[in-house]
């Protein structure tokens, strides 16, 4: 097998309560290589980013990681003491989150949460970690470096609080990046040069992005391939123009029908019915069986595992009679 530079085997995070353990992300597994873009998309509460919560080791308690594995480069990171996650974090992998302001200090100006960033985790002196800091404001397209450098954080706009998390994500040249919905809250041009800026990073540095969203126009234009999530499992994974274009498991189909067509004249377009399930009432068999419109006996009572279709993985007993179950690691 060839090796990944991240692997999520089988990962699987609850939350204990009073009434009993729910399972949030059950069975999760997938692969990213240097310099690609995977991109998680899927419903709020499908588990998104509480995968790439579970990767960098920021699960809020008493959520926690119950089964599966997480490795870096071949190396195991899921199990490790806080000390030592804490120095991959912010080194190895970087993470950009949906609102900048959680993610900045407001009592600090940029420059000093940016040098004080790269001095935790490089040897530069002060002089060459702010130096470098003035060079990544303009990497990410800060106008004005060398000054904007000693503004705060409320004296940027949304767009450029957000062009300032993603410096800070890659002051120590990570080698992957979580960006949890980077461009959720911006307006569309701005959306479209944070994604260029992403591309950009992945082309010249080689950094790899898990790209969590719910935007499957941010994940056509930016990903090379897209897991689509339901209630905290992958229902399909695989190349993304061939799970836009050519959909196998009924839930992505009723997403992908959901979009409107520019030049297609459709009156009318694809509901999918119901809604996602909470944590405490996911259903036997396979999560989705209740919308299903293709729906049979065996999906009420057998959960499917990710099966290999002519294009992608979906997790569907539709595609069992094609070919044996595949792991994504393995085949994607």
């Not at 999520?8 to 939350?15: A, E, I, P, S």
């Not at 900045?104 to 130096?131: F, V």
């Not at 800026?197 to 499957?216: I, P, S, Y």
């Not at 065996?298 to 997790?315: G, I, M």
Request: charged share 25%; hydrophobic share 40%; aromatic share 4%.
């Amino acid at each position: 097998m060839p090796n990944h530079l991240l692997e999520v085997d089988r990962l699987k995070v609850v939350f204990p309560t009073r009434r009993g353990t729910l399972v949030a992300v059950d069975d999760v597994s997938f692969h990213i290589d240097q310099g690609e873009v995977l991109g998680v998309v899927g419903e709020s509460g499908a588990g998104k980013s509480l995968t790439g919560a579970a990767i960098i080791g920021l699960l809020e308690p008493p959520g926690r990681i119950a089964g599966g594995e997480i490795r870096l480069d071949g190396r195991r990171i899921d199990n490790l003491p806080y000390s030592q996650l804490r120095r991959i974090r912010g080194k190895e992998i970087g993470a950009v989150f949906q609102d900048p302001l959680t993610s900045l200090n407001p009592l600090y100006t940029i420059g000093k949460q940016l040098t004080e960033t790269i001095e935790t985790h490089t040897d530069m002196t002060p002089t060459k970690a702010r130096e470098r800091a003035v060079q990544l404001l303009k990497d990410v397209g800060i106008p004005a470096a060398e000054k904007r450098i000693e503004s705060y954080p409320h004296q940027f706009s949304g767009g450029m609080r957000q062009r300032v998390v993603i410096a800070l994500a890659l002051c120590a040249n990570p080698r992957i990046v979580i960006a949890d919905e980077p461009t959720t809250a911006l307006d569309v041009s701005i959306q479209a040069q944070i994604i260029a800026l992403l591309k950009r990073l992945c082309q010249e540095h080689g950094t790899a992005v898990m790209l969590v969203t719910h935007d499957m126009g941010v994940i056509a234009e930016t990903a090379d391939r897209v897991a689509v999530m339901y209630a905290g499992r992958v229902a399909e994974i695989g190349p993304v123009r061939d799970v836009i274009k050519h959909p196998k498991h009924p839930y992505t189909i009723g997403l992908m029908g959901a979009i409107p067509a520019i030049g297609h004249g459709t009156e009318r377009l694809t509901q999918i019915e119901g809604a996602m399930p909470r944590l405490t009432d996911i259903p036997r068999g396979c999560a989705f069986n209740p919308r299903c419109p293709k729906v049979f006996d065996r999906c009420r009572s057998e959960r499917p595992d990710l099966l290999a279709t002519e294009t992608s993985l979906a997790s569907c007993w539709l595609y069992d009679d094609q070919r044996a179950p595949a792991r994504e690691a393995a085949h994607v």
